[in-house]
Structure formats: C-alpha cells, structure tokens
C-alpha cells in the first residue's frame, strides 16, 4: 500500500506550544510558579466547585475560568523528565494519526481526549486540592486513536523519524495497549505516586471512542502525492 509523504508541521507545533509553556513555568519563582500551576492546572476540588455553580447558575464568567483547566492542564509539566518523555510519546503516537487520520482530526483528537482525561482525573479526585498537570492524557488519547484505528482500518506503516524506517501501525497499536493496562493497574491498583493514572486511562478511553466514531463514518484513501 502506498502513502501519502507527511510533513509533521502540525505535531511540531503542538510539541513547540508544549515546550514554550514550559519555558515560561521554568521562568517564574517558586511562589508564582505555584500560582500559575494553581490557575492553570486541573485542581479538581476547584472544578466541583465550578460544576455546582454552573448547575446552580448557568454558564457564568466565573464558570468558564474555572474550567479553563480542562485544557490548559495539558500543556503545563513539571519538571525536564516529565516534559522529556511526554514530548517522546506525543511525537510517536501524533505522527501516526495525523498520517492516518489527518491533520485536522488529529487536532480534534488530542484536545478532545486532553479534555476527557482531565474530566476522569477530577471525577477520580474529587476533594484533591493538588493540580494536574501533562500532557500524558492526551497522549494517552492518541494512544488510544492508533488502537482503535489499527482494527478498524487497514493502516499504512507509520514514518517515525529518525526510527529507521516505516513502523507497523499494528505493533504500535500493542505498545499502546500495553501502556493502557500498566495505568489501569496502577489506577484500580490506587498506586501511590504523583502520576495521575486516572487521567491517562481516561484520555486512553476516550480517545479509542473518538476514533471508533471517526472511524465508522469515515475511510481515508492513503495515496502517493
């Protein structure tokens, strides 16, 4: 089967908007960092809150600035090892929806699953006054998508640089499941560690029911340019 040439223009800035917000988190104080983490990452305590106000008084200013989080969680990192290896597995998993799903849906993808991995995450921690943050939930979504789409479509292999040559969609398909059961175990295991589980099942789950929705309604056609 042949494929279409890719240009990752679309990963590579969804890597660069992750790596400046990083950049920016390193470049404040201890105290402002702590605030900026508090405003922007998922406190799921705060998000009850803003869930109880908008089912007491509807969409509010408040309401909105509280859910923030739901996306802007997943661009936040705590240190150079947690960004190091979210930023490993995005560039993995993004090149191989975005070749087989397009770029668009890609986009669609890793917000949507960002924003269902922080939602299980909350619901998972109620009371928890400690923010989430990473982009492991989205990622997790994409691992997700290349599950789904790898038995529901007949995928091309995946271009990887700088892996040396195309990678069976299939095998990467198994590395994603992998990760999924070792989060399930650690989750209803209740590990105790700072990773949040929770989020990456449910960024892993969701983004499998996204893919199965794209995937009965649509069948790209990979072709040479």
Known sequence: M????????????VLLVNVAVFFHQQSLGPIRRMMFDDRYGAVPSTMWDAWASFRAGGLTREVVRDALP????NYLHADIAHIGANMLFLWIFANVVSQTAGRALFL???VLAGIVAVLVYVRTNPGS???MIGASGAIAGLEGATFAFAF???MPHATVWPLDGPVPAPR????????????????FGRA???VAYGAHV???LGGALLAMAIASVYRPRWRAP
Not at 70 to 73: D, E, K, S
Not at 176 to 181: C, K
């Open 2 to 13: 042949k494929v279409r040439r890719f240009r990752s223009a679309e990963v590579v800035l």
């Open 70 to 73: 739901l996306v802007t969680a």
């Open 108 to 110: 669609v993808i890793y």
């Open 129 to 131: 006054d400690v923010p």
């Open 152 to 154: 529901r479509w007949e």
């Open 172 to 187: 990467l398909a198994l590395v994603a499941l992998l990760n999924f059961a070792l989060d399930s175990s650690a989750l």
């Open 192 to 194: 105790r560690d700072n």
């Open 202 to 204: 449910g960024g892993f």
